[in-house]
Antibody
Framework: EVQLVESGGGLVQPGGSLRLSCAAS????????MNWVRQAPGKGLEWVSY????????YYADSVKGRFTISRDNAKNSLYLQMNSLRAEDTAVYYC?????????????WGQGTLVTVSS | AIRMTQSPSSFSASTGDRVTITCRAS??????LAWYQQKPGKAPKLLIY???TLQSGVPSRFSGSGSGTDFTLTISCLQSEDFATYYC???????????FGPGTKVDIK
């Protein structure tokens, strides 16, 4: 069974940093591109970042470019999101999501999410 | 950047109803469109990709159509478990970016 479990969320002050993790199991993690998607309280979904299976290709949404860094460790079946210079508008539930097995682009498995709250 | 809109933003329906949700892209995206269902406090669930291909395990009462800029998600016979928020997503820009629509909330009449 495919499982994605996020961790690392919490309360952080504006300007602070946080590192999110996503532990993957039930599939060959090293074969799949991965993504982070966030959802502000009561709002819609916003794609944050993409990383290819080998980490050779990485993209970010403009809203986080220069502040967030996506990475992965295929030996540990883990995905990460290093978030620096956090702002109040970064407050959201952060989901890790796997690229679809059937087509490049849609996300076929999601974690349960981890809440990041940026507030003083 | 490609922008996605959905209509309506919300509506009420009854079990057994046939419902249609519309998604529009600001530019042509061929068939690079997915639909997701999200229930409160839960992660989104992939329903349809490539505009009309049903994800494995998704009931056949869900269907999708469209290409270019205009797309629809149809639920042929609404069930109680279908009351949720539905999002469209374009992946024409893959992997440089993905855009979700603002969502359509379907609640009980």
């Amino acid at each position: 069974e495919v499982q994605l479990v996020e961790s690392g969320g919490g309360l952080v002050q504006p300007g602070g940093s946080l590192r999110l993790s996503c532990a993957a199991s039930g599939f060959t993690f090293s074969s799949y591109s991965m993504n982070w998607v966030r959802q502000a309280p009561g709002k819609g979904l916003e794609w944050v970042s993409y990383i290819s299976s080998s980490s050779s290709t990485i993209y970010y949404a403009d809203s986080v470019k220069g502040r967030f860094t996506i990475s992965r460790d295929n030996a540990k079946n883990s995905l990460y999101l290093q978030m620096n210079s956090l702002r109040a508008e970064d407050t959201a539930v952060y989901y890790c999501a796997r690229d679809s097995q059937s087509a490049a682009g849609p996300f076929d498995y999601w974690g349960q999410g981890t809440l990041v709250t940026v507030s003083s | 950047a490609i922008r996605m809109t959905q209509s309506p933003s919300s509506f009420s329906a009854s079990t057994g109803d046939r419902v249609t949700i519309t998604c529009r892209a600001s530019q042509g995206i061929s068939s690079y469109l997915a639909w997701y269902q999200q229930k409160p406090g839960k992660a989104p669930k992939l329903l349809i990709y490539a505009a009309s291909t049903l994800q494995s395990g998704v009931p056949s009462r869900f269907s999708g159509s469209g290409s270019g800029t205009d797309f629809t998600l149809t639920i042929s016979c609404l069930q109680s478990e279908d009351f949720a928020t539905y999002y469209c997503q374009q992946y024409y820009s893959y992997p440089r970016g993905f855009t979700f629509g603002p969502g359509t909330k379907v609640d009980i009449k």
